[in-house]
């Protein structure tokens, strides 16, 4: 209907009664229309969820973005002002200027977003602070990148990624989940880039939603060896894979532990974290860091059943889109982008690298480079 109402309402008011046209030309009108409903049926009829090469899926949004939503902006805009000009006898409709406007700014939008937007990152430092810090981590620093979308990050942006957390000299490096978009077909070409990665105390990461074969329709035993081998991936590159478990962090006789869950989402995203066993042998006073690839995690159980000090997420890339500092992910009602706190309790949520659709406005990709201070 957002395809077929727009075109209905334009040719009405603007093209029927236009007699310097011909046959032909009345019918032109008509072919984008049919053309995008003949792909949005096509795309409808594929088992996954998203096609194997996602350029099928990128050229549909991109033709939606330049052709769809600007009709649909107008014909919204027109439509109200037609109504409010009958209303109050007007004498123009000042809703097709404003439609015109919109229209204009989405096409901004469309072509900011899918090409200068997408290609940009920051490097954002975060300083948090802890009484009980061991003293021989302070100034400890973990860089942080996440939601990395092999299947739609373009491969200069991922060597770009690659050599600036190289030149961060972290202690540890951590990633947060989602490496693919569906496959671990993806990351055939990036071995190199990812293998390089490297840290002090070494490379950790955690599993999200994306790197579990749920947006894959096939046999149980197809979709388990993807997953075996997205797993054989990671820890190829020298990555320490954490699977609901973790590692301790020695600085002579102090210590941290990082924790790795797997994902921990609500419905319908995969629920296989176990906190207890993640955290299994760890001590009371023990500084943990987590990393959890959903932060809803966060308050729905992290918080109530544990010390965890800092929790690091991804997840949501900060919503991709953000105007006048309004995010579509705010209306999730969870933590979505940025750090947040309660009491000594940390949690940062990182906008990530890259995302299913290679799309950002207003909310820049970024790597995060926490550095960890004791309270004196």
Wanted: hydrophobic share 40%; charged share 20%.
């Amino acid at each position: 209907m957002a395809i077929v109402l727009p075109d209905v309402y334009l040719y009405v008011r603007y093209l029927r009664h236009r007699t310097d046209l011909g046959v032909f030309q009345h019918m032109l009108w008509w072919v984008p229309g049919i053309i995008m409903t003949a792909y949005t049926v096509g795309l409808s009829l594929i088992r996954d969820f998203a096609p194997g090469n996602m350029m099928w899926l990128n050229v549909y949004l991109f033709m939606c973005g330049l052709v769809i939503v600007p009709k649909l902006l107008f014909v919204t805009c027109s439509s109200v002002g037609l109504l409010l000009r009958r209303l109050f006898s007007l004498r123009r409709n000042w809703g097709n200027f404003v439609g015109i406007v919109l229209v204009l700014f989405s096409l901004y939008m469309l072509i900011y977003g899918s090409t200068v937007g997408v290609r940009k990152f920051t490097v954002r430092h975060v300083s948090l602070y802890f009484d009980d810090l061991p003293p021989a981590f302070d100034g400890y620093r973990i860089v942080q990148f996440t939601d990395l979308h092999a299947g739609s990050v373009e491969a200069e942006v991922l060597e770009r990624t690659a050599e600036t957390i190289n030149s961060l000299d972290a202690d540890a490096v951590v990633f947060t989940g989602d490496l693919q978009n569906m496959l671990p077909d993806e990351l055939r070409h990036y071995g190199r880039e990812l293998s390089s990665l490297k840290a002090k105390d070494g490379v950790f990461s955690v599993l999200g939603n994306h790197d579990y074969s749920l947006y894959v329709k096939a046999d149980t035993s197809v979709c388990n060896a993807n997953e075996r081998r997205l797993i054989a991936l990671e820890r190829g590159y020298g990555w320490t894979l954490l699977m609901n478990e973790h590692r301790v962090i020695r600085r002579g006789s102090d210590s941290i532990v990082i924790a790795g869950e797997e994902n921990g989402g609500k419905a319908p995203f995969p629920k296989k974290s176990d906190l207890k066993k993640t955290l299994a042998g760890v001590s009371s006073d023990a500084f943990i860091v987590l990393l959890q690839h959903d932060p809803s995690a966060w308050r729905r159980y992290i918080l109530p059943c544990s010390d965890v000090r800092l929790t690091l997420s991804g997840h949501t890339h900060g919503g991709q889109i953000s105007m006048f500092g309004y995010r579509p992910t705010q209306l999730s009602g969870t933590e979505d982008s940025g750090l947040y706190r309660e009491g000594n309790h940390f949690l940062y949520v990182s906008t990530g690298v890259g995302g299913l659709v290679p799309f950002r406005f207003g909310v820049t990709p970024e790597i995060v480079v926490l550095t960890l201070h004791k309270i004196k």
